[in-house]
């Protein structure tokens, strides 16, 4: 089990609280839920769609346990600036140009926290047709339970109600390529 003292090489200067998913807990989790993506669409066109840029890590391993035929496409929608608090405005930076018509949508995201990404995305994504249209998130805090259009059909683990970094997570774009996924020290 890695420790926070074992981790410092990695933190320019900032300290680990806590470790709270190490990458062994996060590998297994991340097979199943490729295990459990595959069963859920017996057929059809799959499209995996990122949300940028926190997805990017959870994506990159889940597509790869995910056995079966599938595209995949990412998507900017950012909230949160260098803070750590959610404005609620919800910026769509780039639309996938993949069509979306007639293809089971699942979107992967990293954390859901106010859910407000998620709900604007739902309603954006669900105008273009989609077959189906499902959230696969790694963490979900469950603030956003009773607020979601959707609750995600996949989740790898709940989270703590603290702030996260590691696995693609950043603070202020720093940490993302942790291969765990911490909270920092104050
Ligand atoms: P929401 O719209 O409030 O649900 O925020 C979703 C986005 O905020 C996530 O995709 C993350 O990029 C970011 N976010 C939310 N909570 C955390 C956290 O604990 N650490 C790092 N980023 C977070
Ligand atoms: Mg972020």
Redo the contacts with the bound molecule.
């Keep these: 089990m890695l420790q926070p003292s074992d981790v410092g090489h990695l933190m320019g200067g900032r300290k680990v609280a806590r470790i709270v998913f190490q990458p062994e807990d996060i590998r297994r989790r991340v097979v199943e839920l490729g295990a459990a993506v595959g069963e859920a669409y017996p057929d059809g066109d799959l499209l995996v769609l990122g949300?940028l840029k926190?997805s990017f890590v959870f994506l990159g391993d889940l597509v790869r346990s995910i056995p079966r035929p599938l595209q995949v496409d990412f998507l900017v929608a950012a909230?949160?600036g260098a803070g750590?608090v959610?404005t609620g405005n919800?910026r769509l930076v780039y639309d996938p140009e993949t069509r979306l018509e007639g293809k089971h949508i699942l979107l992967v995201?990293?954390?859901?926290?106010?859910?407000?990404?998620?709900n604007r995305l739902l309603q954006v994504l669900g105008e273009r047709n989609p077959r189906s249209l499902e959230i696969c998130a790694l963490l979900d805090?469950h603030l956003?339970d009773s607020v979601l259009a959707k609750r995600p059909r996949f989740v790898g683990f709940d989270a703590p109600h603290?702030?996260?970094?590691g696995y693609g997570?950043?603070?202020a774009e720093d940490f993302r390529h942790l291969p765990f996924v911490a909270s920092l020290a104050e």
């Design positions: 949300l926190g909230s949160y750590t959610s919800v995201e990293d954390i859901i926290d106010s859910g407000r990404t998620l805090k956003a603290e702030f996260l970094v997570l950043d603070h």
